[in-house]
């Protein structure tokens, strides 16, 4: 339970920019590519870069300690946040977010993956990542309430704190588990290099078309994460905090109930039929491109809300079972650096590319649809689902054959 703590304020942190966005713009004279290059680029830049050496020691010593640092340190770098004046005092310190954040999620993984046995895992890895959707709508709420009634700085000020003061009650009370403890893969007798890891993954395919696939799809989930609350009070006219409530909503309902559907799905189908670990999460991408279109394009705010909810817990499948297929590719003692070796691809491409993508186009559109250039910057955008689909398919072709190989 703590490890789902842990990682809703991962996502508190790393979505508060979302709904703070719009104070900041206002406060600090962004335009909207700048205001992506700072929820975005600025952020993945070190979360990416420092996940897999950051990785790679987990594989080696204790991850409950390294998690416990790295949560201490984005914390004190969100609080930071609040002191910025310019553009670039917030850029660096989001700079500083993102290097605390890349010890938090692959050693979580690895945990994970020694807590429970191979047909319970990907609910297991479902349940851990709630706190995408419950520290996403947590952090935009609260982001907007705060925002509102206080101001923005004051926001990232109380989360900040928040989050330092639980890292010494994670590091008491989370146990290291012995490493592959359920599993019938050999350990080798020395901890493995980061070459031996990359050559391991060199021969499975199926890796890297589907880190491709989740990120084409974490360049839109990121980017609507960043932006809808932006959407909302641009082409619907919404308040800050009515926007913030209303985005923090869909992301809660929609988000648990596509991470939950994917997890189960993936351990009810998977055991049986080993394919399906991608086939659903591909399905469900395939999926998303009408509702999306749907859901931006239509002039109702009521119908909106509700359409919204089903491409955003669509968008959420594919994390149990593309999560519990990596962690079974590979050895015990490489699991850390694996999954931060698909985090880099999925973080690097969505999170990196996705926001700022999203905001300079929204620029690039403002001379022609004004206040709705934002609306039509998703529209364009949402073709990178049927990318993902498409990615998706080709690697469930490949994956028993890759699950198998040494």
Not at 81 to 110: D, K, T
Not at 130 to 157: E, S
Not at 328 to 350: C, E, K, Q
């Amino acid at each position: 339970m703590l490890l789902l703590v842990v990682y809703t304020f991962n996502f508190i942190d790393r979505q508060i920019i979302g709904i703070l966005a719009i104070p900041i713009k206002a406060d600090l004279g962004l335009s909207d590519s700048q205001l992506g290059l700072m929820g975005g680029l600025a952020f993945a830049l070190f979360y990416t870069g420092l996940g897999i050496p950051i990785a790679m020691l987990a594989d080696r010593f204790s991850r409950t300690w390294i998690m416990t640092i790295a949560l201490a340190l984005w914390s004190a770098m969100t609080a930071v946040c609040g002191l910025a004046n310019s553009f670039w005092q917030i850029f660096m310190a989001r700079l500083g977010v993102g290097v605390g954040e890349a010890g938090g999620v692959a050693p979580a993984y690895s945990l994970i993956a020694d807590y429970f046995p191979p047909h319970q895992r990907a609910r297991a890895l479902a349940v851990y990542s709630f706190g995408i959707p419950i520290g996403g709508a947590l952090g935009i709420v609260f982001g907007g309430v705060i925002a509102h009634t206080i101001d923005w700085r004051t926001a990232f000020f109380i989360v900040g704190i928040a989050g330092i003061l639980l890292a010494p009650v994670f590091r008491l009370l989370v146990k290291e588990p012995p490493r592959g403890g359920f599993d019938n893969k050999p350990r080798s007798a020395t901890p493995p290099r980061l070459g031996e890891v990359f050559r391991t993954l060199a021969g499975k395919p199926s890796f890297w078309l589907i880190s491709l696939a989740a990120s084409c799809s974490s360049m839109m989930g990121y980017g609507l994460f960043f932006w809808l609350p932006s959407f909302f009070v641009r082409s619907f006219g919404l308040s800050l905090l009515d926007a913030s409530l209303t985005f923090g909503t869909i992301l809660l309902i929609g988000g648990l109930a596509g991470i939950w559907g994917g997890g189960w799905l993936a351990d009810r189908l998977g055991p049986d039929n080993r394919r399906s670990y991608l086939t659903i999460p591909s399905w469900a991408w395939l999926a998303i491109l009408p509702l999306q279109l749907v859901a931006t394009l239509t002039p109702s705010l009521t119908l909106c809300f509700f359409v919204s909810l089903v491409p955003t817990a669509l968008g959420l499948v594919w994390l149990g079972p593309v999560v519990t297929t990596i962690q079974h590719m590979v050895r015990p003692d490489m699991r850390a650096t694996a999954s931060a070796i698909f985090l880099f691809i999925n973080n690097l491409l969505g999170i990196g590319l996705g926001t700022w993508a999203l905001g300079a186009l929204s620029d690039a559109l403002t001379a022609s649809y004004a206040e709705h250039a934002l609306r039509y910057s998703i529209v364009a955008g949402s073709g990178l689902y049927l990318l993902a689909s498409v990615l998706g398919f080709l690697a469930a072709r490949r994956v028993v054959r890759d699950l198998d190989a040494d």
